[in-house]
């Protein structure tokens, strides 16, 4: 009986090779390494402001303000807007694509949200815009990759 060794190499490349045969799989690539990794940055750079101003490095709600009208909102709008563009033909992949469109553009009103509660300050409004964050962090989570 001949024995079959597998080296690291050969082995990734038989299981790449055999992932590529679906089309599933060559979608699920797709839009992993070319469209969101096109504009995760964008993504990045917003959540990261947004963590400067509301973390241990919080100092005024005037500077939380003025990062999110000028720094948060308008980078996130692009990265909403461009996402949105994504156009998928797997049922399945479309669906979750369509959590993670109704999870950003959740996230984007409860920026917008907080933008507002500083301007009136409104507590409540600061409240919803918790809550609106907690409802899109669930919905971003993509909850079918545990399925």
């Not at 909403?80 to 553009?105: A, F, M, Q």
């Not at 815009?129 to 545990?146: F, H």
């Amino acid at each position: 009986m001949k024995r079959w060794i597998l080296t690291p190499d050969l082995f990734s490349t038989s299981v790449l090779a055999s992932c590529y045969r679906d089309p599933i799989q060559k979608e699920i690539h797709f839009y992993l390494q070319e469209k969101l990794a096109g504009i995760s940055q964008l993504e990045d750079a917003a959540l990261a402001a947004f963590e400067r101003v509301t973390r241990e490095d919080y100092t005024t709600d005037q500077e939380l303000y003025n990062t999110l009208i000028y720094d948060i909102i308008p980078v996130y709008y692009e990265f909403l807007t461009k996402l949105e563009l994504i156009e998928l033909t797997s049922p399945s992949l479309k669906r979750i694509h369509e959590d993670c469109v109704i999870g950003v553009n959740l996230q984007y009103k409860a920026f917008i949200r907080i933008a507002a509660a500083l301007e009136d300050l409104d507590t409540g409004k600061i409240k919803e815009a918790n809550s609106m964050l907690i409802n899109a962090c669930q919905l971003m989570a993509c909850p079918y990759v545990y399925y």
